[in-house]
């Protein structure tokens, strides 16, 4: 059965108003997620958050008056919550409190499937909870159940900052023998000169969706939050013949907690190390502006931002007024209409074709495997046969640092 959640934000007088409500959409949307139900909402307009309580001392009494009418499980915070708060909060209120970062780990505590994505996840926890073993007493065992507890095994984490930081030594060793094992998969795809595509975007913009059209795969497709969690790669050919690998990655969020982002630093390196990266937008969004900023600036702390990107605005069929794009270059799309698929990869092609340099060559056509290459490494635009010469004169766009490139000096 879903617990009852009520849901407690401050909306600090100089934070935009629409901002502010899209923030609250968002954490009902994370909380629905979570398998909860949001039974009210509370706000409070200050100028600051309260040092001791988060709110006033008012909110919190009519907060214990709605706790205790609704029959509430769970309270959650729209900010992230110190020690202090979580235990003042747990005490006056008397059933578990936790905060919008928290939530956050548990859905991706539920939603990692592979060795690596749940040593994240639990590191990540075991992060976060340590500074604020102090503020949350009995709340943290993990003999409860519930919204926020799940993850870690089954220790009462109170009882042992010690235990915590070995587990933690432990994860990041275990953690290290596995990015290690990711980064020589990556080395062997860098020396097989594969051509990489990353999808990044806001969590629930259709990543999966155009992923799985795209390669024909069935990767997890739902409308929630963080549907895909661990990234999948395949191969794929784009319309000229290029061959790629195209990943799927984790979906970004705004106040992504810092200890998810240094734990899902390896996962996110898939992005680092493309060649071309697709950032789906979902279109109809209100807040899709903000969501754009979201991921640009998560782009810029990996150093990812100078990566040649095409924007996809998906969901097309859900606009209802005139869409106006906020990047370039770009594509508006509905992800489940195949012609609108093909227009992607077509525009994709123009997009590279633009950053590498142009090439003319003439191939005999005894050089089975050189033609090939070019074929398959290399865009090609037109490919004629010179029957005098015996051979294939190819015109098209290549990589300016493809070892292809250095074969054909002077051609």
């Not at 934000?9 to 934070?15: F, T």
């Not at 900010?79 to 970062?101: W, Y």
């Not at 998969?185 to 913009?205: D, H, L, P, S, W």
């Not at 999966?208 to 739902?222: A, G, P």
């Amino acid at each position: 059965m879903s617990e009852k959640v009520l849901i407690v934000a401050v909306h600090h007088y100089k934070d935009d108003e629409e901002r502010f409500h899209f923030s609250l959409d968002e954490l009902q949307s994370l909380t629905e997620t979570a398998k909860g139900r949001v039974v009210k909402i509370v706000t409070q307009k200050r100028e600051r958050i309260h040092p001791a309580l988060y709110l006033g001392e008012g909110k919190i009494e009519e907060i214990a008056q709605a706790v205790e009418d609704l029959e509430v499980d769970l309270v959650i915070s729209n900010d992230e919550l110190s020690a202090g708060q979580l235990r003042n909060l747990h005490d006056r209120l008397g059933i578990r409190v936790i905060d919008r970062s928290q939530l956050i780990l548990d859905i991706f505590a539920q939603r990692a499937n592979t060795k690596e994505g749940k040593l994240q996840v639990e590191l990540a926890q075991y992060q976060y909870m340590l500074p604020r073993l102090h503020g949350q007493g009995q709340a943290l065992s993990r003999l409860g159940a519930g919204i926020g507890t799940r993850g870690p095994g089954e220790t009462k984490l109170e009882s042992d900052r010690r235990h915590i930081r070995r587990r933690i030594d432990d994860i990041k060793k275990r953690l290290s023998t596995v990015v290690n094992q990711r980064e020589q998969y990556r080395k062997r795809r860098r020396e097989n000169r594969a051509f990489q595509i990353a999808i990044v975007g806001y969590t629930n913009a259709g990543k999966s969706t155009i992923f799985n059209r795209l390669t024909n795969s069935e990767s997890l497709e739902e409308n929630q939050l963080f549907a895909t969690l661990d990234p999948m790669s395949r191969q794929i050919q784009l319309p000229s013949g290029l061959d790629a690998i195209i990943t799927d990655t984790v979906g970004f969020i705004q106040d992504l907690p810092t200890s998810l982002i240094a734990a899902f630093r390896s996962t996110l390196e898939e992005v680092t190390e493309a060649d071309f990266i697709i950032h789906m937008v979902d279109a109809s969004h209100p807040d899709q502006i903000q969501h754009q900023k979201t991921v640009m600036n998560l782009l810029k702390d990996l150093n990812a931002d100078r990566i040649p990107i095409l924007t996809v605005y998906n969901k097309k069929d859900l606009l209802t007024s005139e869409f106006i794009p906020h990047a370039h270059p770009f594509i508006t799309i509905s992800a489940y209409d195949s012609k609108d698929l093909e227009k992607v990869l077509i525009k994709m092609e123009d997009v590279i074709a633009d950053e590498w340099d142009s090439y003319k060559t003439f191939v005999p056509s005894s050089e089975g495997k050189l033609l090939h290459q070019l074929n398959s490494t290399t865009i090609v635009h037109d490919r004629s046969f010179d029957e005098p010469l015996d051979g294939y004169v190819i015109e098209g766009h290549m990589d300016p640092e493809h070892p292809l490139k250095f074969m054909m000096k002077g051609q």
